[in-house]
């Protein structure tokens, strides 16, 4: 399942990346454009905004909230997405490209020493340069994720 997200709706494109989901953000104001995207790459399209042309193919799902934790509870609800591991973290934040592993000796110029030293497993997005890696932050995400879908 992709999606395409219209502009009020950033922070939720951010959490669907860190699900795993392919989501691109669109931040143009022509709505036209946005339904071409959605119906290329088989998208639905994720907005809060109501006046968006229907059209014949065309997914919309209507997000009613302005807090994100509720927003991903809807999509997961009425989509029925299950959390997978797998994909979790799979994804690049910022750009949506996905992630690849890469030797920790490649990249010890590149973050914190002490990152560095503490972990272990570390992906790039190929796209960006964008570097990933565990530790707190993580920690974070499976939790708001977990308080999320319970
Ligand atoms: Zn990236």
């Known amino acids: 399942m992709k999606f395409i997200l219209t502009q009020e709706l ?3 494109s951010k959490w669907l990346r860190i699900l795993g989901y392919d989501s691109v ?3 143009q104001e022509n709505m036209g454009t946005l339904i071409v995207e959605a119906l290329k790459d088989e ?3 994720l907005t809060r905004h109501q006046k968006i042309p229907l059209g014949r193919g065309v997914k919309i799902l209507n997000i009613k909230s302005d807090s994100v934790k509720e927003q991903l509870q809807q999509v997961l609800a009425e989509l029925q997405l ?3 591991e797998d994909i979790l973290f799979s994804r690049c934040i910022i750009c949506n490209t996905l992630l690849e592993e890469i030797e920790k ?3 010890k110029d590149k973050v914190p020493e002490y990152v560095f030293k503490t ?3 570390f992906t790039v997005c190929p796209k960006c340069q964008r570097i ?3 530790g707190t ?3 974070n995400v499976k939790k708001t994720l977990e308080e999320i879908t319970q």
């Open 119 to 121: 972990q272990r497993n």
């Open 25 to 27: 953000y669109f931040t």
């Open 137 to 139: 932050h993580w920690g």
């Open 105 to 107: 000796e490649e990249i």
């Open 132 to 134: 990933y890696w565990q």
């Open 82 to 84: 299950k959390l997978d």
């Open 10 to 12: 950033g922070r939720l």
């Open 43 to 45: 998208r639905i399209i």
